[in-house]
């Protein structure tokens, strides 16, 4: 199991950056790839962006190309989020996850395919 940790949110005017980060202990050797997703209030937990450790491929979702960018620390135990011209729809907690097998690019957008999440860290874009 691999216990994921996130840190970095917080309130921010729209236009604004925040760097979210993700510190990943425990079998961290059994981790494939690191997924960003966010849920906000009284919707569906979704898809933001995923890397994976081996050759650092990243996925993003529509809402985050262009804005967003995941990237990870030297050691396998870090994953960042960068955000920029925040939005307030961006509004929402975020969380890490990881998964612990490859698949086709498009299996990195499914929750499902993740087996291990942090607690959360709260993002709120004011208008």
């Known amino acids: 199991q691999v216990q994921l940790v996130e840190s970095g949110g917080g309130l921010v005017q729209a236009g604004g950056s925040l760097r979210l980060s993700c510190a990943a202990s425990?079998?961290?050797?059994?981790?494939?790839?690191m997924g960003w997703f966010r849920q906000a209030p009284g919707k569906e937990r979704e898809f933001v962006a995923a890397?994976?450790?081996?050759?650092?491929?990243?996925y993003y979702a529509d809402s985050a190309k262009g804005r967003f960018t995941i990237s990870r620390g030297n050691a396998k135990n870090t994953v960042y989020l960068q955000m920029n011209s925040l939005k307030p729809e961006d509004t929402a907690v975020y969380y890490c996850?990881?998964?612990?097998?490859?698949?086709?690019?498009?299996?990195?957008?499914?929750?499902?395919?993740?087996?291990?999440w942090g607690q959360g860290t709260q993002v709120t874009v004011s208008s």
């Open positions: 996850a990881s998964r612990t097998a490859p698949g086709n690019s498009g299996s990195y957008y499914y929750r499902r395919e993740y087996s291990d």
């Open positions: 425990g079998r961290t050797f059994s981790s494939y790839a």
């Open positions: 890397l994976t450790w081996s050759n650092g491929n990243t």
